[in-house]
C-alpha cells in the first residue's frame, strides 16, 4: 500500500470511492448488497476499503481508519489474525467445499459444546438470518404452535415473520417492515415493547397456547443498545416455561462477544434455542442454531424439522470460526477487551460530562453506541429520530480524521482484540473533535 495515513479534515478524498460507487449503482441495487452500506443516514459515498491489518482499514484512497464497524461484530480479533489467516490459508489450499462431513465439523463441534453450558448440540448453516429462519421453524416443530413473539427494536435478520413492528393496539400483531410479505405471515408474529412486563402478560393471556417461541435480543443491540434488565429477560424465561412456548435467544450478534457464553452466560439464563452467526465464522458467512439433545434431535435427518445447506459446515468457513474461538478462550480475553472498551468510552464521557454534552456511550462488553441523549433507553420508541442529525454530523467529522463508524446512529460500536490503548486514545481524540463540533 502506497501513501497510506490518516486523512485529515484538508486531505480528506472519496473521489475514488465515489467513482467506484457510480458505476456500483449501474450493477446492483444502490449500489450495494445490504442497504445500509449504501450511507444513505450519513454524508457522501460509501467509502470502498481494499484492506484490513488489526483495527485498521484501508480505503481505495489510501487513507487509513481505525475501525469500529469491524464487520458489524464478526471481526472480535481484528482484521486478518495471524494465526485465522493460517488456518483458513492451510485449509484453503486443499478444497473450498465438498459437500460431505469434514473433520472441521468435530473440531468446531467439540470446541463450542465443551465450553458453552447453555447449549447441547449445535446445527450450522450460512448466516444469522438462516440461523433464526431455521430456530423459529425448530420451535414451531417442536411446540406444534404457529405464532412467535419478538419485541420491537429487535432485528433478527430479513426473516418474512420477524421483518415486523408493532401496529397500533395493546397487543398487537405485527406490520411488515418490507414490501413482498403477505399479511398472513406477519399475523403469526406478535410485537410488543422491551422492557414492558404488562404488556407481555396481556399478550400471553390473549395468545399464550398459540405462541411457539419468544424470540429476543438479549442484548439488543441493532437498534442502538437497548440493554434490559436480568429481571426481564428471567421474567420471558418464566413466561415461556410457564405456557409451554420455546425461548429463542437470538445470540447472532451477542453470542462469543459478551462472553464465550454469549448473553445466556452473562445473564445466566437458560433459553430452549440459541442462535448464533457473526463471530462464530471469523468473518466468514456462518450462522448456527443449538439447544439440547431433546430440541436439536427434532431436525432432519433424525427428527421431522427439515433445514438443510449446500455449503453448511464450509470447511474454509469452520477453519476460520474454530481459529478465531481458540482465540477467545485464553484466559483473561474477555475481561482485557472489556477493560479497553471502558477506559475508551470513559475517556469520551468525561469529555462530554466536562463540556455538558447530552452525550452517553452506553456498553455491555466491547459493544458501545454513542447516543445522543443522557437518559438511559431501553425501549426503541425512546430513541429520538431527530437526533440521527448529529451523528451524521459526528460521523463525517470521525471519517475525515481517520476513524471508521458504521454508516448509521442506530448502529453499535465494537472494541476488538486487535485494538490497543494507543489506537484508542487516538480515536478518542478524534471523537472528541467530532463531538466539539457536533455541539459548537
Ligand atoms: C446480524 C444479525 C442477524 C442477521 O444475521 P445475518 O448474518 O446478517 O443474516 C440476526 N440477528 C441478530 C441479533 C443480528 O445481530
Request: include cysteine; hydrophobic fraction near 40%; charged fraction near 20%.
Amino acid at each position: 500500500m502506497q501513501n497510506t495515513q490518516y486523512p485529515t479534515p484538508e486531505t480528506f478524498t472519496r473521489a475514488n470511492s465515489a467513482a467506484q460507487f457510480e458505476t456500483a449503482k449501474t450493477y446492483f441495487p444502490g449500489g450495494v448488497h445490504s442497504p445500509v452500506r449504501a450511507f444513505k443516514s450519513v454524508d457522501g459515498p460509501p467509502v470502498f476499503f481494499q484492506k484490513g491489518e488489526g483495527c485498521h482499514i484501508y480505503d481505495i484512497d489510501h487513507q487509513k481508519y481505525i475501525d469500529f464497524c469491524c464487520s458489524w461484530g464478526p471481526l472480535i480479533l481484528g482484521h486478518v489474525h495471524p494465526r485465522v489467516l493460517a488456518r483458513v490459508q492451510e485449509t484453503v489450499a486443499n478444497g473450498m467445499s465438498f459437500g460431505t462431513p469434514t473433520p472441521h465439523d468435530n473440531l468446531i463441534g467439540k470446541l463450542v459444546l465443551d465450553n458453552h453450558r447453555y447449549i447441547e448440540m449445535i446445527r450450522f448453516v450460512s448466516s444469522g438470518t438462516e440461523a433464526v429462519m431455521s430456530a423459529v421453524r425448530l420451535a414451531r416443530g417442536v411446540t406444534g404452535r404457529s405464532k412467535v413473539l419478538k419485541f420491537e427494536g429487535c432485528y433478527h435478520g430479513h426473516v418474512d415473520s420477524l421483518m415486523v413492528k408493532a401496529g397500533s393496539g395493546l397487543v398487537t400483531f405485527g406490520i411488515s417492515t418490507s414490501a413482498g410479505i403477505p399479511e398472513s405471515f406477519a399475523k403469526e408474529t406478535i410485537v410488543v415493547p422491551l422492557a414492558e412486563p404488562e404488556q407481555l402478560a396481556a399478550a400471553f393471556r390473549e395468545h399464550g397456547h398459540d405462541i411457539a417461541a419468544i424470540i429476543v435480543e438479549p442484548v439488543p443491540a441493532n437498534n442502538g443498545l437497548l440493554l434490559q434488565d436480568r429481571s426481564f429477560l428471567q421474567l420471558l424465561r418464566e413466561t415461556a416455561t410457564q405456557h409451554g412456548s420455546l425461548l429463542i435467544f437470538d445470540e447472532v450478534i451477542s453470542g462469543f462477544r459478551v462472553g464465550f457464553e454469549g448473553a445466556a452466560g452473562l445473564y445466566d439464563i437458560q433459553p430452549d434455542i440459541i442462535t448464533f452467526g457473526k463471530i462464530i465464522g471469523g468473518g466468514m458467512p456462518v450462522g448456527a442454531y443449538g439447544a439440547s439433545k431433546a430440541i436439536m434431535e427434532q431436525v432432519a435427518p433424525v427428527g421431522p424439522v427439515y433445514q438443510a445447506g449446500t455449503l453448511s459446515a464450509n470447511p474454509v468457513a469452520m477453519a476460520a470460526g474454530y481459529a478465531t474461538l481458540l482465540e477467545l478462550l485464553q484466559p483473561g480475553f474477555y475481561e482485557e477487551l472489556a477493560q479497553k472498551t471502558q477506559y475508551f468510552t470513559g475517556k469520551l464521557q468525561a469529555h462530554c460530562d466536562a463540556k455538558g454534552y447530552e452525550i452517553t456511550f452506553p456498553s455491555v462488553g466491547s459493544i458501545f453506541w454513542p447516543t445522543f441523549t443522557r437518559q438511559r433507553i431501553q425501549r426503541s420508541e425512546e430513541i429520538d429520530g431527530g437526533k440521527m442529525s448529529l451523528f451524521k454530523v459526528m460521523h463525517l467529522e470521525c471519517l475525515k480524521r481517520g476513524v471508521y463508524f458504521g454508516p448509521s446512529g442506530y448502529e453499535v460500536g465494537f472494541v476488538s482484540a486487535a485494538h490497543t490503548y494507543e489506537d484508542l486514545d487516538r480515536a478518542a481524540e478524534v471523537i472528541i473533535a467530532a463531538l466539539d463540533i457536533v455541539e459548537g
